[in-house]
């Protein structure tokens, strides 16, 4: 049979039919699977392997048209749930990140300038921890607003100040307040000692430097211009130069001398003030010149007083003490009581020693009894216009910080932050631990010690957790009696002294936190006693949200905990020990080492291009500070890549954006900034180095932002060359 016979046959054709019919319904499902292929879900592969793609780094991609991985999700997977973030706190984080940002900026070019270049558009406090101090303001001031009376004690001090505060604002009020207060100061100045420039019969040969000094002390100030007495972190009593030395003596002094007298119903003569305050202000400029110095030494404290004979130092601390506990607190402060190794005290050639017999008694004496006033003065604030501008809410978290801090996490706070912000403060430390064994240049000793540091430093995240039991921060107001006539002047002598007293507890019994630490307020500190500080301000919103995708909390809070935990290995950091003492734990070699690495920061500041002070910057100044961002970034980088980051969700608007371009993003916001109005000479003199450094300098160091972004090598965020610590 012929083909044609074979088709012509009407079964085979029916066979051949059919069979044409299988062929072709085979090759529609093979296209059709073929063409589902790339619709399947991009496989986004780890960070530590993005990472490392070569071919990426070759083949730039134009900063526009996003890399495959973060290519759009696909229509045909619409039924699938949005692994975006979409509660209230990320709703306000995305606000931020999508307004702050300036989308026309390429990232590689001016990295500032993407991520925070509209800030100054939507903002008006100068960075988001500025505004978060505003808030907590606000709220503590709606709390003294309501007209309640509570139990507490600590709650009803608070309203006593900010009621005494408010009234001031009242032209009668203040000017009865005023004449009560110049009474009570004068009072004070007589409790003291005789005042030569009050008393035409002065009688020098009755000077008694020692019971002035006591009597000062009963007032409730230990900062006697001459040197102060102070509770120091680690904790130790420390006698030491003055360290609230104010710049410059109030303008307008002399008439306020002028004031209180005639108020008192002196005559003052205007020669012999005139006079006396010179001499004041002259021996105020000498000592001066013995700044504080906090990487000074600590020496015994005997060895300060055999230095100065003429003052009783001991019998000034007991004056310093709670009369009912002194005979405990004696002997519990006894030994750690130190001093500063200060040429104040042990310069061969002029010390306080040898200034105390030289000076003429007449200037001591004044000296003394100007200074406390001087001081008391910030308090009594006697220009009108200066207390009508008060912020009264301001000054009781300034005077009150224990106690409004109980209010605001009574109040406002979500305590849950604090176990998670714990946990995160744990995690930080476990990579900076990896950071320092994966050091190549580090030797082994050098890291052992580091290590150990690391370990044995401290940390209190919110607040100790003695406050958390009821009733304990009213226990240590018992002390403070204030009464309804009290003056402001006289509220604030009595805290003065009930901190003093505090602080004496805080070492000699080392109850939690030296009194008069500023505790609500946004920040977080490292302290020499090898200890790490994270205030609420911090884990609040929008600053933390326990919401937030895992690595947003890692961008912003982590990144603080690491910059702040750093700070035990800035070149300060780096002379202190596991228990906070002086000594040298650096193997010589490594310090070397450490040094050519930390110069590398210096040099990079100095000549920083920056967009507001130009090639003007001091990289000196501001060493410790970059020292600590650029050890921090690296460390929280760490944590940062232990996540999966297939599981974290997006953020709304940045649906694409993979998730490493996220986290820069995230760090980036706590930077931005107003642009400065300081001045140059200003700048110099801040420790932290600009805004815009803290962004583009700190990040262009770090290879993984390049990575991240796909920066050309060479560009700006992608330098040549970089600076590194560990
Ligand atoms: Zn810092």
Same mark, same amino acid.
């Given at each position: 049979m012929s083909a044609k016979d074979k088709l012509a046959n009407p079964l085979i054709a029916l066979v051949v039919f059919l069979v044409l019919?299988?062929?072709?319904?085979?090759? =529609?499902?093979?296209?059709?699977?073929?063409?589902? #292929?790339?619709?399947?879900?991009?496989?986004?592969?780890? /960070?530590?392997?993005?990472?490392?793609?070569?071919?990426?780094?070759?083949?730039?991609?134009?900063?526009? $048209?996003?890399? =495959?991985?973060?290519? @759009?999700?696909?229509?045909?997977?619409?039924?699938?749930?949005?692994?975006?973030?979409? =509660?209230?706190?990320?709703?306000?984080?995305?606000?931020?990140?999508?307004?702050?940002?300036?989308p026309s900026v390429d990232p590689c070019q001016d990295f500032y300038k993407a991520a925070c270049g509209k800030y100054s558009e939507h903002e008006v406090a100068n960075r988001r921890l500025q505004k978060k101090d505003i808030i907590i303001q606000r709220m503590i001031k709606n709390f003294l607003l309501k007209n309640e009376t509570s139990e507490s004690k600590s709650e009803n001090v608070m309203r006593q100040v900010y009621r005494t505060c408010e009234g001031l604002k009242n032209e009668e009020i203040f000017n009865a307040n005023m004449k009560t207060a110049f009474r009570e100061l004068f009072k004070d100045i007589q409790k003291i000692g005789s005042w030569p420039a009050a008393d035409k019969n002065w009688d020098e040969t009755k000077l008694n430097l020692n019971e002035m000094l006591l009597n000062i002390v009963k007032l409730g100030s230990s900062n006697f211009g001459l040197f102060q007495i102070r509770p120091t972190e680690v904790p130790f009593l420390e006698v030491a130069p003055d360290m609230a030395r104010s710049p410059k003596v109030s303008a307008n002094f002399q008439q306020i001398i002028f004031d209180i007298l005639e108020k008192n119903g002196l005559q003052p003569d205007e020669n012999v003030i005139a006079d006396d305050v010179e001499d004041y202000i002259t021996l105020e400029e000498t000592l001066s010149q013995y700044a504080y110095d906090y990487n000074a030494e600590k020496v015994q404290f005997s060895k300060l007083q055999a230095q100065v004979p003429s003052l009783k130092l001991e019998k000034i601390i007991e004056e310093m003490m709670n009369p009912n506990r002194k005979k405990l607190l004696v002997t519990k402060v006894k030994p750690r009581m130190v001093a500063h190794k200060h040429s104040l005290f042990f310069d061969e050639k002029m010390n306080l020693e040898k200034l105390l017999k030289s000076t003429p008694k007449r200037t001591l004496a004044n000296y003394l009894i100007f200074y406390y006033m001087d001081h008391a003065m910030n308090g009594l604030s006697v220009h009108d216009n200066v207390i009508? !501008?008060? $912020?009264?809410? !301001?000054?009781?978290?300034?005077?009150?910080?224990?106690?409004?801090?109980?209010?605001?996490?009574?109040?406002?706070?979500?305590?849950?932050?604090? &176990?998670?912000?714990?946990?995160?403060?744990?995690? =930080?430390?476990?990579?900076?631990?990896?950071?320092?064994?994966?050091?190549? *240049?580090?030797?082994?000793?050098?890291? !052992?010690?580091?290590?150990?540091?690391?370990? &044995? %430093?401290?940390? %209190?995240?919110?607040?100790? #957790?003695?406050?958390?039991?009821?009733?304990?921060?009213? #226990?240590?107001?018992?002390?403070?009696?204030?009464?309804? #006539?009290?003056?402001?002047?006289? /509220?604030?002598?009595?805290?003065?002294?009930?901190?003093?007293?505090?602080? /004496?507890?805080?070492?000699?019994?080392?109850?939690?936190?030296?009194?008069?630490? @500023?505790?609500?307020?946004?920040?977080?500190?490292?302290?020499?006693?090898n200890h790490l500080s994270f205030l609420v301000g911090y884990m609040d919103d929008p600053l933390f949200d326990a919401t937030y995708p895992k690595y947003v909390n890692i961008a912003l809070t982590g990144n603080i905990l690491a910059h702040e935990t750093s700070h035990g290995f800035d070149t300060a950091g780096i002379k202190r020990d596991? $228990?906070?003492?002086?000594?040298? *734990?650096?193997?010589?070699?490594?310090? !070397?080492?450490?040094? &050519?690495?930390?110069?590398?920061l210096v040099d990079q500041y100095n000549e920083y291009d920056d967009p507001v002070f130009g090639k003007n910057l001091n990289g000196t100044t501001t060493l410790n500070e970059m020292v600590a961002d650029m050890i921090g970034v690296t460390v929280a980088w760490k944590v940062f890549e232990k996540l999966d980051s297939s599981k974290e969700q997006k953020v709304i608007g940045f649906e694409n954006e993979n998730i490493d371009k996220l986290y820069f993003r995230a760090a980036a916001l706590d930077f931005c900034s107003l642009p400065p109005t300081t001045s140059l000479v200003e700048e110099l003199t801040r420790v932290h180095p600009t805004g815009n450094f803290r962004v583009n300098g700190i990040f262009s160091n770090m290879p993984q932002f390049a990575t991240a972004f796909n920066c050309p090598e060479g560009s700006p965020m992608n330098p040549k060359t970089r600076c590194s610590i560990f």
């Open positions: 019919t299988i062929i072709a319904l085979l090759a =529609t499902i093979i296209i059709m699977k073929l063409n589902e #292929k790339p619709v399947e879900p991009p496989r986004v592969a780890p /960070i530590a392997q993005k990472l490392v793609a070569p071919e990426k780094k070759s083949r730039p991609e134009p900063v526009t $048209n996003p890399v =495959t991985m973060t290519r @759009p999700e696909p229509v045909t997977q619409a039924s699938k749930p949005r692994n975006v973030c979409e =509660t209230p706190g990320c709703v306000t984080l995305a606000d931020q990140l999508l307004n702050f940002q300036d009508k !501008k008060r $912020n009264c809410e !301001k000054l009781v978290i300034e005077y009150l910080p224990k106690a409004s801090l109980r209010v605001f996490v009574r109040n406002h706070f979500e305590k849950g932050n604090l &176990k998670i912000v714990d946990e995160m403060a744990e995690e =930080t430390k476990k990579s900076f631990i990896e950071m320092l064994q994966e050091s190549t *240049w580090l030797g082994a000793d050098s890291k !052992k010690n580091a290590i150990l540091k690391l370990e &044995k %430093m401290g940390k %209190m995240i919110g607040y100790p #957790k003695e406050f958390e039991k009821k009733g304990a921060l009213d #226990k240590m107001f018992e002390t403070l009696k204030l009464l309804p #006539k009290d003056t402001l002047y006289g /509220i604030l002598k009595k805290i003065g002294r009930f901190h003093m007293e505090q602080g /004496i507890e805080f070492v000699a019994l080392e109850t939690p936190m030296d009194p008069v630490l @500023p505790v609500l307020m946004t920040n977080a500190f490292y302290t020499d006693r596991e $228990n906070g003492e002086v000594r040298s *734990w650096m193997k010589p070699e490594d310090l !070397k080492e450490y040094g &050519k690495k930390t110069q590398c």
